[in-house]
Structure formats: C-alpha cells, structure tokens
C-alpha cells in the first residue's frame, strides 16, 4: 500500500505567514514514521529558521492511479559569473523558439515572493495561472525509488529533478525556469524535454535570498486547466535520475567521489574558495590581474613586509647561514638568529622568555594543548579565531563558550565551575570586528578563581598601545596575562608565530608542545626580518602613531558620510548585512582599483556580511578620504 505524505512549515511574520520549508514523499506504510520524523526534523533544522506551525497531511494512493516518467537528462554549465549564466538561460530560450527571452527573464525577476510558480504564455507573456497571489505548485509526486527502499532523506537534486520531470511532461509546458531563494545556492537550472535538466552554476548573484520559477507555456489558452490539473493532482514518480556525480564530463575515482561532491557541492552554494595571483610584494599598492590597487585588506598593518632595511638584513643573514633551518630546534634547526629573535620578543613585550612558532595558528593550537587536558576547562569567547577554536578541541578540554566580550557573562560561567583548573583564552582583538579585549576584566577573574590566562595579540602588536606594544599597554597595565600569544606575519610583516610568558611556561612548551617539538624550525632568513621589524617599531614609535592617526581619521572620514562605525584597531568593518550587496560593493571597488574584500556567511552569521578594511601606516590621509567616498557613494 502507498501513500502520499506532504510536509508544510511556515512561521507567523506580522500578518503573514512566512513559508520556512515543505517537501513531499510517495512512500510505502512501512516507511510512514521513520519518513515523518524526518520531514519534521527537516523543518525543524531550516536555515530559514524554526517554524511556529508544521502540517503534514497524509492519503492513499492507489498504484494505477500513479504514471512512471523518465528522467530528464541532466547537464551542468559552469559559468563564472551572474551575466554570464544569465547569458546561457536566454541561450537556452532561443533553443525552445522563444524570441522574448530578455522579457520573460525581467518577469522571471519579479515573481520572488511566490511560493508557486508562474504559468507564462511565451507568446503573449500573460500570466495564465488563477491565483496570481499563490502562483501554481506542482505536487503528487517523488523518485521512483523512493518507496522501493529507505531512500527517505533530504535530496535538493533529487526533489528539483523529479519536479522539472513532471513539470516538462506536463501539457502545453515546453520548458522551465528555476532558482532557489537560498541566500548561499546560486546554482539554478532551465530544464525542458527538448534538451533536459540544464544546471547552470551561477543563475543569480551571490548572497541573494530571491529565487522564482516559471513554466512556459506554449498552447491555447482554454486548454490551461488540462495542464494545471496534471501538476497539481496527477501522482507521478521519475525513474531512472542520474547521479549528479555522474553528470559530469570528467569521471572521477570512486575513492575520491565524496570528496568531489563536496567540492561540488560548496560550488552550488557560491562558497567555494578561490585565490586572488598579486604579482608584486605586499606595499600599499599591489598588482593584481595587471592592475595597480590601493591595499585595503593587507595584516601588514605597518607596511613592512618590503621594507628597505628588513631586506637588506635578510640578504645578510643569507648570506651567513643559508635559506634553509635543517631540522627542528630540538635537533639541528636552532640557530644564534632564532635565540636572538626570542630575547627580542621577550624584552619588546616585557616577559621573561619566549618561543617562536612556525605560524600563529601553531602557537595557539600547540599551546593550548599542550597546557589543557580532558581534565581541565576552558573559556573561550564566541567570535575567538578559528586557531584558538581548533587548540580547544585538540586539548580534549571541557569547553565553555561565553557571549562575546561580555565579562559578566563569562563570571556567571566560571562561577559554576569553581574548584576545576583550565584557561580562559580570548584574541586581543578580534579578526573580523575590530573590537578589544575588555583585559583588566578578564585578568581580575582569571586570577580570582585559579585559572591561566591567555591573550592572542595577533592583530594587536604595532597597531595598540602608545609604542605598538599591544593590548597591556593599552590598559595601561603592569599585570600581563599568563600566556602572550603573537604573530610576525601581520604588523610584523614577515613569518610565524610566538609565545611570551614566564619562564617556566616556556620550558614546559620546548618539552611538551608537539607544534614545536616536531616541525623543522623556520628560515634564518625569515627569523632575521622579524628581528629586523621590531628593533624598527622599538627605535621607530613614529610608525605606530601614524597608524593610530590614520584609524582615527579614517573613522571620521566615514562617519562624515553618515557610515557609522567603532575604528579601535587598524581593522574597521563597514556593516552591510545583505551578502549580495557586500559581494557587489567589493567587486566594483576592485575596478575601482580598491582591493577591500567583503566577508560573508560562514565567517560571519547570515545577513551581517561587511566590508573589511584595513588600515596601514603608509595610507596617506587623501587615499583614505576618496575611499571613504566611494564606500559611501556605493551604499
């Protein structure tokens, strides 16, 4: 015996209901319960959010009543961009004989707020469906295998294929149109019995949350009832749907196949990483794709990664020790430079030792580590970096999340852990807001209830502070936290990572650390520039300041045009929200000749894309003013 069962999930916004999800299944009787968990628990987990009101409804369906279609065959167009899929959507409307498909597209862009679909005459491009408010929806229908097994699961491939299936077999339809409203899926499709289910890779722009579908029709008038009443009550099942794995031109081994899917898969989301080639050191101005660009995205927040007298050092120390460490420190890979290096860091920051890493994501996953047991907690902010994340589930430490900055929150969360030892550990500044550390706070209660604690000066070291000395001096402070954890790739601008501490601290790492123990030790040449970049910024405090006055004035320059924003580190994000829009504003900066990149979900939470700027030293107060203006002019 089969049946049908439909799931429908909206939530109450304002007056109206607000669809979060829905979804359909042909099953058998036996799958009834496992299949209505699941449908539940797919409406439960939306990225729309949870609902306030499910329905499932559920029917016979008597097995001569149901047709078997084939499936469409099914093709995927990359395209590298929104134009150029938009491109291939009127490509493949001139194939259907439809002359108007620039008009159909700028319909097809209105119909967002449907969950139906549109029935448009190709001719006329009347819309035939009776409600125009609710649109048309295609139902009664599922994969043909699923009530032969407990193929009950959440499919987006499987359920658009089946759709397009019935939908190009329905009467007088001769193709569709089809984009998801999920912000992170820009992959749609055109799909039509003529040349089946086409997915094209870029149908919208990224970080849109409008999508829309439209059948065209193509037949007299009088007959639409035919064709709405074959979508909406004929039950269909689709045999035979490809894998979409299997849809590609190149075949790839079975070993690597979910590796493949997955990289397909961050494809259709629009959240696949890709490398921007400069081909020019890292100044204030660089050269990408042959173009000069004002940098406004660059960690070298001092503009020394190419400096005159940091390279002429390296070359020096080429010159006398070679390019290469050859083996770890603990072995054949310590040298005078990387002593000397270490006694630099210790005396700029104050401490009585330190130990050099091979990048600041080792120092902070080493470390913690190293320092935290199963046995042991940890407190760790919301927004901390993804390197101090990764130490706290490698430690195998009990891990305690508190809201972000929120010192009192994090009081309430220790407090019911008292008695237990472990670290609280937090960035210095954050990476993506810019925002400080509320330190003395955070020291206060480390020390009152017996817990380490551990600052990550990544993005602090030459930016805060009168003398570029990080978040301590900020305050103000004499008490530094237990553990000062850094980077030389960022103000310093050259390589790796650091922690400053207490003596025995840092023993205890050369002994225990595995991030240090078992890595071959960094280039003399690269230990050399760092040495190099701090005795500038010790000798240089002139450097620091100019950073500092360009924060300041930058901040007034975008408050000037109505942008409010909190400038207290050189990193200053311009709150957009909508990801599409911050997606579009970076791109034309780019033309512009302004490399700023916008970040978006994951990174940040969903609608609170920015804009991430960076400030550098060598900005002259003119560069930042015309950028501020074009910002602005672009909101």
């Not at 304002?14 to 299944?25: C, D, L, M, T, V």
């Not at 329905?170 to 899926?185: M, R």
């Not at 004499?478 to 207490?502: H, R």
Request: charged share 30%.
């Amino acid at each position: 015996m089969l049946y049908s069962i439909k799931m429908r999930a909206s939530k109450k916004d304002g007056e109206f209901n607000k669809h979060i999800s829905g979804a359909e299944r042909i099953i058998m009787d036996e799958q009834i319960i496992d299949c209505s968990k699941q449908l539940i628990s797919r409406a439960m987990k939306h990225s729309k959010g949870k609902p306030d009101y499910i329905n499932l409804k559920m029917e016979e369906v008597r097995e001569e009543k149901i047709i078997r279609l084939e499936s469409l065959k099914v093709r995927t167009v990359e395209t590298d961009s929104y134009e150029d899929g938009r491109q291939k959507v009127l490509e493949l409307l001139e194939l259907l004989g439809i002359s108007k498909g620039k008009e159909i597209l700028k319909i097809f862009d209105k119909v967002d707020t449907l969950r139906g679909a549109v029935i448009l005459d190709i001719n006329t491009l009347e819309r035939l469906e009776p409600d125009k408010e609710r649109g048309i929806r295609a139902t009664n229908m599922d994969s043909g295998v699923q009530f032969l097994s407990n193929a009950i699961q959440k499919n987006h491939y499987k359920e658009a294929i089946v759709l397009a299936t019935k939908v190009a077999n329905a009467p007088n339809i001769i193709g569709e149109i089809c984009v998801s409203d999920d912000p992170d899926y820009v992959t749609g499709y055109v799909a039509s019995q003529q040349f089946g289910y086409v997915r094209i890779t870029n149908m919208k722009k990224a970080g849109s949350d409008k999508g829309g579908r439209i059948f065209l029709y193509d037949g007299d008038k009088d007959e639409i009832y035919k064709t709405i009443n074959f979508l909406e009550k004929q039950y269909v099942l689709v045999d035979n749907i490809v894998e979409l794995k299997d849809s590609r031109k190149e075949s790839v081994d079975k070993k690597w196949q979910e590796i493949d899917n997955e990289l397909e898969q961050l494809k259709d989301c629009n959240l696949y990483r890709k490398m921007k080639t400069i081909s020019s050191a890292q100044n204030k101005y660089i050269s990408l794709n042959n173009q000069d660009m004002l940098m406004l995205s660059s960690n070298s927040y001092l503009d020394l990664a190419n400096e005159k007298a940091i390279n002429e050092y390296a070359k020096k120390i080429l010159e006398q020790y070679g390019t290469g460490s050859g083996g770890s420190r603990l072995t054949t890979g310590n040298t005078k430079i990387h002593e000397k290096l270490e006694q630099v860091l210790s005396d700029f920051l104050g401490t009585e030792a330190a130990l050099v890493f091979n990048s600041g994501y080792i120092a902070n996953l080493a470390t913690i580590s190293t320092l935290c047991s199963s046995e042991d907690i940890i407190f760790s902010d919301e927004l901390n970096h993804a390197s101090i994340i990764d130490g706290c589930r490698l430690s195998k430490a009990e891990l305690v999340i508190y809201k972000h900055n929120d010192m009192r929150d994090l009081e309430e969360k220790v407090k019911q852990y008292i008695g237990k030892k472990g670290m609280i550990v937090s960035d210095a500044v954050f990476s993506m807001g810019g925002d400080i550390v509320h330190l003395p706070e955070l020291l206060r209660i480390a020390d009152q209830y017996g817990l380490f604690s551990m600052v990550d000066e990544a993005h602090t070291l030459g930016v805060i502070g009168k003398t570029g000395r990080g978040v301590v001096e900020y305050y103000g402070l004499n008490q530094k936290p237990d553990i000062l954890m850094g980077t030389l790739s960022k103000a310093i601008g050259s390589e790796g990572g650091f922690v400053c501490g207490n003596q025995m601290l840092i023993e205890y790492l050369k002994n225990k650390a595995r991030g240090f123990i078992y890595t071959t030790a960094l280039s003399p040449v690269t230990i050399a520039a760092s040495i190099k970049a701090v005795e500038i910024i010790k000798k240089d405090p002139k450097r620091v300041r100019r950073l500092q006055e360009n924060i300041t004035f930058f901040e007034k320059c975008l408050k000037k045009k109505g942008i409010e924003v909190e400038a207290k580190s050189a990193i200053v994000p311009v709150v957009i929200g909508n990801e599409e829009k911050a997606m579009e504003i970076s791109e034309k900066l780019l033309k512009m000749g302004y490399f700023i990149s916008a970040i978006r979900y994951p990174t940040v939470k969903k609608g609170e894309a920015i804009l991430r700027i960076t400030i550098m030293s060598s900005h002259t107060y003119w560069e930042l003013e015309n950028v501020a203006n074009k910002i602005a002019s672009l909101l």
